[in-house]
């Protein structure tokens, strides 16, 4: 059964835009944390942005300026508008929510299946 569903991948040019959009199951209670992590061949999986409960954000300093992070906490998603995208944005991008079981006793996180972002000429 899918958890968290991706969208809005694809191929675009430097200095052009995507948005990213991922829907995490209603079944996933206390979700806290939600964010946006990439992995491009070859390299380590690393953190894009982040947000938390209250919608404070956070960024990878690589990215800062040109991404946007956003949810929408009634409809449990996560949005990442990507703008100014460059050669070296290219990779899988997984979605990821981390929630709160046992009454907070216990943390558990949820990965998104990944969705290529290409940026090429």
């Known amino acids: 059964q899918v958890q968290l569903v991706e969208s809005g991948g694809g191929l675009v040019q430097p200095e052009g835009s995507l948005s990213l959009s991922c829907a995490a199951s209603k079944s996933i209670f206390s979700i806290r944390g939600m964010g946006w992590y990439r992995q491009a061949p070859g390299k380590q999986r690393e953190l894009v942005a982040s947000?938390?409960?209250?919608?404070?954000?956070t960024y990878a300093d690589s990215v800062k300026g040109r991404f946007t992070i956003s949810r929408d906490n009634a409809k449990n998603t996560v949005h990442l508008q990507m703008n100014s995208l460059k050669p070296e944005d290219t990779a899988v991008y997984y979605c990821?929510?981390?929630?709160?079981?046992?009454?907070?006793?216990?943390?558990?996180?949820?990965w998104g299946q990944g969705t290529q972002v290409t940026v090429s000429s």
């Open positions: 990821y929510c981390n929630a709160l079981l046992d009454g907070g006793k216990s943390v558990t996180g949820y």
């Open positions: 947000i938390n409960s209250d919608g404070r954000p």
